[in-house]
Nanobody, 126 residues
Framework: QVTLVESGGELVQVGDSLRLSCAAS????????MGWFRQAPGNKREFVAG????????RYADDVKGRFTISRDNGKNTVNLQMSGLQLEDTAVYVC???????????????????WGQGTQVTVYS
């Protein structure tokens, strides 16, 4: 069982930067592919970024490419999402997720992930 806890969500202005963190307990994250998803009110949960268990393969949603960076520190059992150039459309609850898959896979569908955190709210205002 993996327990995930997100932190770092805040109320920020358009153009600001923010760093989200996901800390794990119960198991080491080194064996898991990790993903960040987000869900805005009335919308489906959508993929934002993912990273394989070794940290050398990443994938991003098209609308965050070049603005968001996912990284991981397996020694500290954390996964981070550095967000810059935040836009109003980035307002959502951000949730991290984990799944144990082969080392070269980064999955993008929520249904493929086994463990989920509770989420952290990011609100962007103009």
């Amino acid at each position: 069982q993996v327990t995930l806890v997100e932190s770092g969500g805040e109320l920020v202005q358009v153009g600001d930067s923010l760093r989200l963190s996901c800390a794990a307990s119960g198991r080491t994250l080194g064996g898991y592919t990790m993903g960040w998803f987000r869900q805005a009110p009335g919308n489906k949960r959508e993929f934002v970024a993912g990273i394989n268990r070794d940290g050398d393969i990443t994938r991003y949603a098209d609308d965050v490419k070049g603005r968001f960076t996912i990284s991981r520190d397996n020694g500290k059992n954390t996964v981070n999402l550095q967000m810059s150039g935040l836009q109003l459309e980035d307002t959502a609850v951000y949730v991290c997720a984990a799944v144990r898959v082969p080392p070269d896979l980064v999955l993008t569908r929520p249904v493929d992930y086994a463990y989920w955190g509770q989420g952290t709210q990011v609100t962007v205002y103009s």
